[in-house]
């Protein structure tokens, strides 16, 4: 498995191409080499994918597998891509694309396909592979790989149009798709982080493994401004089949409208739309405990929920002792989240600029009807497993046949889009239970849980707000209120004893707000404690 730091800096790759329908050769001495033009059409790429998923899956494996497996990490990091061939790096539009390379982790040829006008129709050429689009050692294994081979994923460049001494276009991306059908985004602080994908299936089931489809190919349209990019991609698996159309700006965040159509070829038991993949190993909740030095590592540190209700909801990660799975059940949902709500270096202290990692909202566009946000956390052990996935789950069963037409947009930001009237919760942070200078009493916990600003810089001096609290099982005692004293104005926190129930065995659910006269004014705090 590839270190996930180094998702978009290992192995990257980018080329370039003259003006579209023109030969290469007539605008760039590097030229790429483009196959016949195809005819191509939104609905086409929608009835192919539908016409695939009543045929048995068939992987393409014309590559040479020894080849492949001798581009492991070492070898796949000395191969660097000519910007010199850099598609769209004369224009149109402002970003140009490059591409990364096939090697040991990433086996599965994806065919990359440039679109173009020719009389108010539009065709498609694929862009054939040629090892000289890379710099690579007169050695590497991946001089062996046949004309045609296909690449791993690509990724969109900075602007071309900007200051090139404070923003190379050749150094730096803000979008890069690679492996499966995940993708990544910088936000407007310049970091990459969590990531998203095209589909989540059976992830954390007990009685069949997680399946991992693979968007095959892609098509880029020619930019028709500076600061959108539009690319459809053609998803297929197993389980799967699928059309997507993204729609993506680079603006201060980066923000896509993606639309897509699946189509089932089997059942599937966990049907995750819409997924988020993000790290957490463990935060101020609990602590390093001596684990390492630093005094958070996550990329995410909690789940936020809009629902169709229009409650605000706020769950806090868990690195669990075993995979655990949370079903929020929802009509017509608003939003939801992994977010990245510290921003202090301090709580970090590590390079990789944890501080700076995009948060990550799902604005459903139309009704989504019933189903549920489900949110899966994974034990890890180290900084470098995406252990956490949340994701959108209909309803209905997943059965062979079905099909589904989603709308959606991504926000790739540093906060959540849509920030609501009522106070945020900041921290969660638990220890022994009891009092000091008394007996410990065994197994009860002691939380303090932190809201900030909204409603709560309105309370009025000498104005306790009363905690709201509720657990599935289990019992609660010294619970009391009180302004953090740190000078921040509506910086507040609940503090309270857990007692589990005699024998209970299982995670248990908490929910609290804070309220003052029958008004909320604090968004819900969910958690869920684990056994021991």
């Known amino acids: 498995m590839l270190d996930r730091r180094s998702f978009v800096s290992s192995g990257a790759a980018a080329f370039a191409l003259g003006l579209l329908g023109r030969p290469a050769s007539a605008q760039n001495a590097k030229a790429l080499q483009l196959s016949?033009?195809?005819?191509?059409?939104?609905?086409?790429?929608?009835?192919?994918?539908?016409?695939?998923?009543?045929?048995?899956?068939?992987?393409?494996?014309?590559?040479?597998?020894?080849?492949?497996?001798r581009i492991d990490y070492d070898a796949h990091g000395k191969i660097r891509f000519d910007t010199d061939y850099a598609l769209f790096k004369d224009g149109p539009g402002a970003f140009p694309v490059t591409f990364f390379h096939l090697g040991r982790f990433f086996q599965v040829p994806v065919h990359m396909h440039v679109l173009e006008n020719a009389g108010g129709d539009v065709f498609s050429r694929e862009i054939v592979y040629d090892s000289a689009y890379f710099n690579m050692p007169a050695d590497s294994?991946?001089?062996?790989?046949?004309?045609?081979?296909?690449?791993?994923?690509?990724?969109?460049?900075?602007?071309?149009?900007?200051?090139?001494?404070?923003?190379?276009?050749?150094?730096?991306?803000?979008?890069?798709?690679?492996?499966?059908?995940?993708?990544?985004?910088?936000?407007?602080?310049?970091q990459y982080g969590l990531s998203a994908r095209g589909i989540a299936l059976d992830v954390a089931l007990p009685d069949r493994p997680e399946e991992f489809p693979n968007f095959t190919r892609f098509w880029f349209e020619p930019p028709k401004d500076d600061a959108t990019v539009v690319v459809y991609a053609l998803l297929e698996g197993p389980s799967v089949t699928g059309a997507f159309r993204f729609v993506m700006q680079r603006k201060a965040a980066v923000i896509m409208d993606i639309e897509q159509r699946l189509f089932l070829r089997r059942d599937v038991g966990?049907?995750?739309?819409?997924?988020?993949?993000?790290?957490?190993?463990?935060?101020?909740?609990?602590?390093?405990?001596?684990?390492?030095?630093?005094?958070?590592?996550?990329?995410?540190?909690?789940?936020?929920?809009?629902?169709?209700?229009?409650?605000?909801?706020?769950?806090?990660?868990?690195?669990?002792?075993?995979?655990?799975?949370?079903?929020?059940?929802?009509?017509?949902?608003?939003?939801?989240?992994?977010?990245?709500?510290?921003?202090?270096?301090?709580?970090?202290?590590d390079g990789v600029m944890y501080d700076k990692r995009p948060s990550l909202w799902v604005e459903p566009l139309g009704d989504w009807g019933d189903g549920s946000v489900q949110l899966i956390e994974i034990p890890t052990d180290d900084e470098i497993h995406d252990n956490i996935v949340a994701f959108w789950v209909p309803a209905a069963p997943a059965t062979k046949g079905s099909s589904y037409s989603l709308r959606y947009r991504l926000y790739w930001q540093a906060d959540e889009p849509f920030p609501g009237p009522l106070a945020r919760c900041v921290a969660t942070r638990i220890g022994r239970g009891g009092q000091p200078g008394q007996p410990r009493p065994q197994g009860v916990r002691k939380f303090m849980v932190e809201f900030v600003g909204g409603t709560l810089k309105d309370i009025a001096f000498g104005v306790k707000?009363?905690?709201?609290?509720?657990?599935?099982?289990?019992?609660?005692?010294?619970?009391?209120?009180?302004?953090?004293?740190?000078?921040v104005p509506g910086h507040w926190r609940a503090q309270f004893d857990f007692t589990p129930a005699a024998g209970n065995n299982e995670p248990v659910d908490m929910r609290l707000y804070l309220r003052n006269g029958g008004v909320t004014l604090t968004e819900t705090w969910l958690y869920q404690l684990q056994p021991g």
Not at 286 to 311: C, F, K, Q, Y
Not at 314 to 334: E, G, I, M, Y
Not at 471 to 486: Q, R
């Open 36 to 69: 016949q033009p195809r005819p191509f059409s939104w609905d086409g790429l929608v009835a192919d994918a539908q016409a695939l998923a009543g045929r048995p899956y068939a992987q393409e494996n014309r590559l040479p597998k020894d080849v492949l497996e």
């Open 141 to 190: 294994p991946a001089r062996q790989l046949p004309d045609g081979a296909g690449f791993a994923g690509f990724r969109f460049q900075e602007s071309r149009l900007g200051d090139q001494t404070k923003l190379d276009w050749r150094k730096n991306d803000w979008v890069a798709f690679l492996g499966a059908s995940y993708f990544r985004a910088i936000g407007e602080l310049y």
């Open 270 to 349: 966990r049907l995750g739309l819409v997924p988020l993949t993000s790290m957490y190993w463990y935060s101020e909740t609990l602590g390093a405990r001596g684990i390492d030095w630093r005094p958070e590592v996550h990329d995410s540190d909690g789940l936020a929920l809009w629902t169709g209700g229009g409650e605000r909801i706020w769950r806090p990660l868990n690195n669990p002792a075993v995979t655990r799975a949370s079903q929020f059940n929802d009509r017509a949902p608003k939003g939801f989240g992994l977010l990245q709500r510290d921003r202090a270096f301090d709580h970090y202290q």
């Open 465 to 487: 707000p009363e905690a709201v609290l509720t657990a599935s099982s289990g019992s609660f005692s010294y619970v009391f209120t009180e302004a953090v004293p740190n000078g």
